[in-house]
Structures are given as structure tokens and as C-alpha cells.
């Protein structure tokens, strides 16, 4: 009766590893800025794609975009690279590499 506890905990927490932190920085009537902390695994449903976005890559990695329509992409990041991110098809995010990741996004409204 205890390992279903112990279960259900273990699998509370591979849920709230997977997900991206997000620390907010400054948003004003024009701009969004925040960082995105993405561990190995760890996945974003749903970005917002109708804005232009500003990337720069604190701590470089692998991120694999998955589309709607289930087209797949991996990104590499190195670190201080910069890319501008233009408007475009939904997707999601996922760290599929071995280390940790950190952007830093300057998204327009």
C-alpha cells in the first residue's frame, strides 16, 4: 500500500522536472522579457509563434521543435548565440540534450 504513494510522488516530480521555468524580467505595453530554463527532458507545449522573439542562449544545448503537424526540428544552441525568431507555424519545445539550457527571450507584443 506504501509504493502507490511513493509512485504517484515520483511520478509528481518527473512531471514538474519536465516542464520549462520561466523567470520573468521586465514586460512593459511593448515587450515581454524572460528567461526559459529548460533541464534535459523538459518540454514547452504550445509557444507563442504569432511574435517576433529576440533568443539569446545563456547556456548552449539542443532543443527540439515539434509542429503541429508533427514535422520535427533539433536546434543547436551555443552559448551567446543570438538568433531572431520570426513569426510563424505552432509548435513545441523539448531539451533533447544531456545538459541544461537557458534563454534569454525579448518577445514583442
Do not use: C
Not at 46 to 54: F, K, N
Request: charged share 25%; net charge positive; glycine share 8%.
Amino acid at each position: 500500500m506504501l509504493a502507490a504513494p511513493l509512485a504517484f510522488a515520483q511520478d509528481k516530480a518527473q512531471k514538474k522536472a519536465a516542464q520549462v521555468a520561466r523567470h520573468q524580467i521586465a514586460e512593459n505595453d511593448k515587450v515581454k522579457v524572460y528567461e526559459a530554463t529548460y533541464k534535459p527532458g523538459a518540454e514547452n507545449k504550445g509557444v507563442a509563434t504569432s511574435a517576433m522573439r529576440v533568443v539569446r542562449a545563456i547556456r548552449g544545448g539542443a532543443l527540439q521543435r515539434i509542429y503541429a503537424d508533427g514535422k520535427t526540428e533539433t536546434i543547436e544552441w551555443k552559448p551567446g548565440q543570438v538568433r531572431i525568431v520570426q513569426p510563424g507555424p505552432a509548435y513545441s519545445t523539448k531539451n533533447v540534450g544531456k545538459t541544461t539550457m537557458v534563454l534569454y527571450v525579448v518577445q514583442l507584443k
